[in-house]
């Protein structure tokens, strides 16, 4: 993405998440939004789920409640308290499973 436009995550035409493009890490095949950018951030609840990468640190992941009231379990992960190295890519950020959401909007006009 070279120009600063809205990025968002789609579900069920809802948006989840969105930003300026200019406000997103891209690590390892995986866009992370800033953890305030979470749209109706309520739907969210922390899962059991936590897995470990080698240089980001553990992960802990996020359930999604959508309006009919049933749960996508671990639709986005984030690292609590990621390494050193780094806390700059995904430190207070959240990225979203592609198999679990509709997609990736980038626009201009904003979303």
């Known amino acids: 993405m070279s120009a600063d436009q809205q990025t968002?995550?789609?579900?069920?035409?809802k948006v989840l998440v969105k930003a300026m493009?200019?406000?997103?890490?891209?690590?390892?095949?995986?866009?992370?939004f800033k953890?305030?950018?979470?749209?109706?951030?309520?739907?969210?609840?922390e899962s059991k789920t936590h897995t470990h990468c080698p240089w980001k640190g553990d992960a802990s992941y996020f359930n999604y409640k959508k309006d009919d009231g049933s749960m996508i379990n671990d639709i986005a992960w984030f690292?609590?308290?990621p390494k050193s190295e780094a806390i700059d890519k995904v430190g207070g950020r959240v990225a979203f499973y592609v198999g679990k959401i509709d997609g990736l909007k980038v626009g201009?006009?904003?979303?």
């Open 79 to 81: 690292y609590p308290k």
């Open 8 to 13: 968002a995550i789609l579900l069920d035409d």
């Open 35 to 45: 953890e305030s950018a979470l749209i109706d951030r309520e739907r969210y609840e």
């Open 108 to 111: 201009v006009p904003p979303i």
């Open 21 to 32: 493009t200019s406000d997103l890490q891209f690590v390892e095949g995986n866009w992370y």
